[in-house]
């Protein structure tokens, strides 16, 4: 598939905690491009859902908030009905709430349609695209170039996850995130709708297992893999 002089597609997908988002966001700042957080758009909902009193496991009420509101994703931030929530979908609660809401199938077709049409209005400027999140490579831009599917094992998962809650002021104890991220694991690749792949390969992605390598290591391993689809260079030094 040829690229040249257009915009295209990173997918990165992978379970909670994988580093799917530190890492895109690597990315897009080394190909000067746009990151698309789709898992954003979910944590916008279910914000938007605790702020009108909707519980995050109900279906018909949960659509109607989707329906009130305005998502939208730059490169400064998240925005709900105008307003910058980049720092307030990142609390526990929220994170817990995009997953629930994330299950029904309305909520994710109407999602997918939104995460497309950012993406494609910046693949129409030329850019490269790094989007992260849950079924990028499979129902979101299946025809991506490049898929990666980004883990790391559950103990390392929720170390990290720790160090981020700790980060934002938010005291947990191990052996609980530990057990979120478990359930977090069996929620996603049980349910019904769109379930995270468990034969990433079979979907065309590439595994890079994170969990003995630091942050810098992923990204660089990722990049060889850009390089080897030459994907890398022609994007890197476009400004």
Request: with cysteine; net charge neutral; hydrophobic share 35%.
């Amino acid at each position: 598939m040829s690229t040249e002089g257009k915009g295209y597609v990173i997918a990165i997908d992978g379970p909670v905690a994988a580093g799917k988002g530190t890492v895109a966001k690597r990315l897009a700042q080394d190909l000067h491009g746009f990151n698309l957080q789709t898992g954003a758009t979910y944590r916008a909902l279910a914000l938007a859902c605790k702020e009108h009193g909707v519980s995050f496991r109900d279906p018909e009420n949960v659509l109607g908030v989707l329906s009130q509101i305005t998502i939208f994703l730059d490169d400064t931030g998240v925005y709900l009905g105008g307003k910058d929530v980049t720092s307030e979908i990142k609390v526990s609660d929220i994170s817990k709430g995009s997953s629930d809401v994330s299950v029904f199938p309305e909520v994710r077709k109407r999602m997918v349609a939104l995460q497309q049409e950012i993406g494609q209005a910046h693949i129409r400027q030329g850019k490269i695209v790094i989007a992260e999140g849950r079924d990028i490579g499979t129902r979101v831009f299946p025809e991506s170039p490049v898929k990666i599917f980004l883990t790391a094992s559950a103990e390392i998962r929720a170390q990290r996850r720790l160090e981020q809650l700790s980060e934002r002021g938010e005291q947990k104890d191990y052996q609980q995130v530990l057990a979120e991220v478990r359930e977090r694991d069996r929620q996603d690749q049980e349910r019904e709708t769109d379930p995270l792949v468990t034969e990433p390969e079979k979907y065309g992605y590439t595994v890079v297992d994170s969990t003995l390598m630091t942050e810098s290591e992923t990204v660089k391993k990722i990049e060889q893999i850009l390089k080897k689809a030459n994907l890398y260079d022609q994007h890197k030094n476009t400004r």
